[in-house]
Every structure is written in C-alpha cells, then in structure tokens.
C-alpha cells in the first residue's frame, strides 16, 4: 500500500505539529494502521496549495486543512469528519472510527463539543497559537482571526483583563464536557467504544498542551481527577500516536 499524503500547518515547535484539526487525522491514520506522508503548508499558502491539488472548500467556502490525497484510490478528501468516514469505508476493519450508525451523532457532538469549549476561550487560545506560528504565515493567521472574532486590532483579541476570564471559562467548560464523560459510564464518550468523538477531543487537548504556558497545562491536566491527561494518553495509546504529549513538547521551544 502506498502512503496516504497528509497535508498539515507547521509551526515554530521541533515537531511542527499543533493544529487541532489534522490532528484528527493523524489519529485516524494511527488508529487504522495506515501508512502516511506529510506534506506541510504553511497558513498563507493553504488555499492556493489546496486549490492546486483539486480539493474542495470546506465550511464557509473555504480552504482548510485537513485534506489527504490517496494514490491507492485517486482520492482527494478535505475535512477532518469527512476523512474519518473516508477511511471508514475505504479501509474498513473491526476499529471503525465512526461506529455504524453514529455518522450524525458524531457531527452533532463535534459541534456541541466546539461550541461549549472553544467560544467561550477563543481568543485567548488563538492569541497562545499565535506565538508558534512561523514568522512567514504571522500575517495570515492574525488576518483570519481577526476576521473569525469581528475585530480589527490583535491587541483586542486577548488584552490583559480579559485573559483570566477566558482562562476561567476554558476551565468551566470542560467542566461540562467532563459531566458528559461522567454519564458514559465508561472509558469513551460511548462507553465502552473509542470512537471518532474521543479523538476530537484529545486533538484539542493536543492544541492545548502545545500553545498553553506550563501552568496552564498544568491546570488543564490536573482538572477533573486527572481526566483530561488521561484521555489523551488514552487516545494517544488506542491510536499508537503521541500527539501533544507532554514528553514531546516540553517546552524546548517558550
């Protein structure tokens, strides 16, 4: 089997990985034992790139990553949820990432999941991705951003009296979601089952222990009983991946 071709964002980390997104599929690709490449394009060059391989806007009519090109089937697929299935029916196996039947369940808790904890903490988390972008795709970053939270100056994005709120908020939100783990009564969202909602929550964790400062992490993995590093340790070892783990990304670069 040939390997899939990834395209990711690079960063100012060693590993260059971060994004929350291609994350996801990094853990698919993982989780299904398929082999892969990774092509990385840089924030500024994403549409033109992606414009250039054929792949389709995603939400918003625009270009976004995570996009894979398949040279075993032709296939050139954009969106994280949309890969998940993609490999699903591709490759499929007794390790499906979206269980039969759960296609609309998984979209609707990706959504929910996004809406509880990244907007209430979106500013001060793109300020934190900010700092690890590389100096050539600054500008793009800020641009879109700006444009996603209706302002005109990076400095109103997170000033100084405001990031603690926003901090305070991350951490109430997850409060929530790990309310929802609370009711599984298992291991995963499901139970018992791993599926493609696990993964979209340990990518966030991912982002989140690659952009915050050390205490923050800190706070963030000790929340709920430890819940929130065991979950991605968890993903991380279902998948035989290491995104975001605190042994990768200790700080060799803040």
């Not at 082999?35 to 939400?59: K, L, Q, R």
């Not at 949820?81 to 007794?94: G, L, M, R, V, W």
């Not at 800020?142 to 908020?169: C, F, H, N, V, Y």
């Amino acid at each position: 089997m040939q390997p899939i071709i990834l395209y990711d964002i690079p960063s100012k980390l060693p590993t260059k990985k971060w994004a929350p997104n291609p994350s996801k599929t990094r853990f698919c690709l993982g989780h299904k034992s398929l082999p892969y490449e990774v092509i990385w394009v840089e924030f500024c060059d994403i549409a033109a790139t992606m414009e250039s391989i054929g792949a389709s806007p995603t939400a918003g009519k625009r270009y976004t990553v995570p996009v894979i090109k398949d040279p075993n089937t032709g296939a050139v697929v954009s969106d994280s949820h949309a890969i998940a299935k993609y490999f699903d029916e591709t490759y499929p196996s007794d390790k499906p990432l979206i269980p039969h039947g759960t296609h609309v369940l998984m979209e609707t808790f990706e959504t929910l999941f996004i809406n509880t904890v990244m907007a209430p903490s979106f500013r001060l988390i793109m300020a934190r991705t900010l700092e690890i972008q590389n100096d050539i795709s600054r500008e793009a970053f800020i641009k879109s951003r700006l444009k996603m939270a209706r302002e005109t100056r990076w400095e109103d994005m997170a000033p100084d009296g405001k990031a603690q709120e926003m901090w305070a908020a991350l951490k109430k939100s997850l409060g929530v979601v790990d309310g929802w783990y609370q009711k599984s009564g298992g291991r995963w969202i499901m139970g018992d089952t791993f599926s493609f909602a696990d993964i979209v929550v340990a990518s966030w964790l991912a982002w989140w222990n690659v952009v915050l400062n050390e205490q923050e992490r800190r706070e963030v993995n000790a929340l709920h009983g430890g819940r929130w590093a065991r979950l991605l340790a968890d993903v991380n070892g279902k998948c035989n991946t290491d995104l975001g783990s605190l042994e990768e990304h200790r700080h060799s670069l803040l």
